[in-house]
Structure formats: structure tokens, C-alpha cells
């Protein structure tokens, strides 16, 4: 199973859960995130995981772009890493 790296690139958080700069790693336990954040991502982490490319602009890639839904105050950038 794939690793999956997860940063906060943007962050209005009203829970103070994510800070901008903030770095988790998904190998099989979920990161400290809110579970609104964590229902919207986890299927783009689910597919990483188990080898799936998914679209990211114009191309196919193992990584994605997501806001969450409270308005978009929180945005996250999901990649695969390769140890």
C-alpha cells in the first residue's frame, strides 16, 4: 500500500484543526483532521493508496487538489510518496 502525503496549503480553519504548513503522513491510520475534511478526501487517499491515478488538471496523476467543504476555508494537496 501506498504512503500518502497530505499539507495544508491554505487555512482559515474555524476549529483550529489545520494550520497552512501542516504535513501528514496516511499509511493506514487517519490524520488528525476534522471529519468533514477527512470524508472529502478519503476516497482520493483510498484510490492513491491502491495504485489509481486521478485527473489533476489536464493530466493523470497520483496526487489531487481539495477544499473543504466549509466553504473552502481549508485546502489540501494530496501526493503518493515513493520510499
Same mark, same amino acid.
Not at 501506498?2 to 495544508?8: D, H
Not at 488538471?57 to 493523470?60: F, L, Y
Not at 481549508?74 to 494530496?78: D, E, K, L, M, R
Given at each position: 500500500m501506498?504512503?500518502?502525503? $497530505?499539507? +495544508?496549503t491554505e487555512s482559515k480553519c474555524r476549529g483550529g484543526y489545520c494550520k497552512a504548513g501542516? +504535513?501528514?503522513?496516511v499509511e493506514d491510520l487517519c490524520p488528525p483532521l476534522?471529519? %468533514?475534511l477527512w470524508n472529502v478526501i478519503y476516497p $482520493?487517499?483510498?484510490a492513491?493508496? *491502491?495504485?489509481? %491515478?486521478l485527473d489533476y =488538471? *489536464? +493530466?493523470?496523476a497520483k496526487k489531487f487538489d481539495v477544499k473543504c467543504p466549509d466553504g473552502g476555508r481549508?485546502?489540501?494537496? =494530496?501526493e503518493v510518496i515513493e520510499d
Open positions: 501506498a504512503k500518502v502525503k $497530505l499539507t +495544508i501542516d +504535513i501528514f503522513f476534522c471529519h %468533514e $482520493l487517499v483510498y492513491l493508496q *491502491n495504485g489509481a %491515478e =488538471g *489536464n +493530466i493523470r481549508v485546502s489540501i494537496h =494530496g
